[in-house]
């Protein structure tokens, strides 16, 4: 299955990136690195793996969770998208995803 990222997931790596980047430019970077390949691995073989998002009822959005930060994707016919990345303790927002 195809992995496609989109704008606003990557936006929010990048943020993610610079925040972590303050302390740490190499960790922020092979964090990042870690977090996008254990979510192409994971879900390029089996993209039900993750759970649906709590806060909606819609089977096709689902989300996997990579050291506290969520990861928010939909399920197509020959690919998943990748809709956005965020720290865990927050809600999802549909108003932070394209349409």
Known sequence: MRIVWTHEALVQLTEIEDYISKDSPKRAAEFIDRLIEHTEE???DE???GRTVPEIANPDMR???FNHYRIVYRVGQDHVEILTVFEGHRLFRTSEIDP
């Open 47 to 49: 993209p039900q793996m």
């Open 63 to 65: 989300e996997l969770i």
């Open 42 to 44: 994971a879900l390029s």
